[in-house]
């Protein structure tokens, strides 16, 4: 009974889940700002025939919402378009110039790294000549001959001299390094310190797309009141939704010249930060 019950849910299952599958494909895509809303054709001539029996002054006010609702969309589509270009290069420009700052003076750095172990590795003999002169020295000195001593310590204080500027050398090679390297932290910090600007920019849009939501649905609720007073010849009611979609675009408007204007800001935070990378 139990396989048998089995076998049953998944053939139950199996259609649901087809059916979900083909839902996701067919559901649009996410964007900024709704589908564009527009009469069917059905739907325009339930509109002509409002127009044709309303009184003449709520024909006039019917075609006027109704082409100022077109335009309002058609702008807003359009700015939408932009935003979403714009924000788009920006992440892109964005990526591209963090990589950048992040191995700035790199190659300058590793040249100086090979430089050091290149120095100390030259200078090595000479440090292991000075310590094993230094080991004899100390040999002869038991021994207590003045003339083995004597030249033993000449030969160690000679190789001092070598020893002291070898050293010298190999301090002013790591100062150099560690300067390089000192210089190129402070420098990807001020930059990335800059861009941290964009993150501003980016609290700013969040809480303007979420009201761009918002007011898609408000849209969509609207334009079904306004296809319902379409069928039902009612063109007082026709007329509200209409002055209502206007306020949304308008107000969706708003929101989207915010967005803009901060992608811009982001854009040229970007570029100023880019113009400081060597």
């Keep these: ?131 094993a002169a230094t080991a004899s020295l100390k040999a002869a000195k038991k021994l207590g001959s003045k003339t083995l001593n004597a030249a033993l310590q000449l030969q160690v204080d000679l190789l001092e001299i070598s020893v002291k500027a070898a050293k010298a050398d190999i301090k002013a090679v790591d100062a150099e390094y560690k300067q390089a390297k000192s210089n190129a932290t402070a420098t990807i910090k001020r930059l990335r310190d800059q861009l941290a600007a964009i993150n501003k920019e980016e609290q700013l849009i969040a809480p303007q797309k979420s009201a761009v939501s918002q007011l898609n649905k408000q849209k969509s609720a609207e334009w079904s009141d306004f296809l319902y007073s379409l069928r039902s010849g009612d063109s007082k009611n026709a007329i509200r939704s209409l002055t209502l979609l206007g306020s949304v675009l308008n107000e969706t408007a708003q929101r989207l010249a915010t967005m803009e204007a901060c992608e811009a800001r982001i854009a040229a935070i970007i570029k100023s930060v880019s113009n400081q990378v060597r």
Excluded: H, W
């Design 1 to 131: 009974m139990l396989v048998f019950n089995k076998a049953v849910a998944q053939r139950l299952i199996a259609p649901v889940m087809l059916l979900l599958s083909l839902v996701c494909v067919l559901l649009p895509a996410s964007s900024a700002y709704a589908a564009t809303q527009a009469l069917s054709v059905t739907a325009q001539k339930q509109f002509d025939k409002m127009k044709t029996s309303a009184t003449t002054a709520d024909s006039a006010k019917l075609q006027s919402l109704y082409s100022s609702f077109v335009q309002g969309q058609d702008q807003n589509n359009a700015r939408d378009a932009r935003l979403k270009a714009t924000s788009k290069q920006n992440d892109t420009d964005e990526t591209a110039l963090r990589t950048r700052i992040k191995v700035i003076d790199q190659t300058k750095i590793d040249n100086l790294e090979r430089k050091l172990k290149k120095t100390k590795d030259g200078y090595q003999p000479l440090f292991d000549q000075y310590t």
